[in-house]
């Protein structure tokens, strides 16, 4: 079964830490561009953070310097570290899965979602 399952959301305080995990399965995850987006009551979802199959990364302005997205192949799983948290950081959290074959983009995969609040 294809799927993408987020953990680790939460509630924390401002300036506090989270961790988020996203495993895949069911699809060969080494050949996947990954990213997390986010997407607060009343806004548009956003791109926060993507990782490429080749490692690179990119993030939004909004997050640099705080927060890392990282991989982990061999686990099938793409984690988001986040720290020195804002109450603006809350959100749902949701990973994205979309195969990179070449310049070929292919086959894009919604995981369900992780709700992260930062509150005192």
């Known amino acids: 079964q294809v799927q993408l399952v987020e953990s680790g959301g939460g509630l924390v305080q401002p300036g506090g830490s989270l961790r988020l995990s996203c495993a895949a399965s069911?699809?060969?995850?080494?050949?996947?561009?990954m990213g997390w987006y986010r997407q607060a009551p009343g806004k548009e979802r956003e791109l926060v953070a993507h990782i490429a199959v080749g490692g690179v990364t990119t993030y939004v302005d909004s997050v640099k310097g705080r927060f890392t997205i990282s991989r982990d192949n061999a686990k099938n799983t793409v984690y988001l570290q986040m720290n020195s948290l804002k109450p603006e950081d809350t959100a749902v959290y949701t990973c994205k899965a979309v195969k990179s074959i070449g310049v070929v983009r292919s086959n894009t995969i919604w995981g369900q979602g992780t709700q992260v609040t930062v509150s005192p």
């Open positions: 069911g699809i060969i995850f080494s050949i996947y561009d």
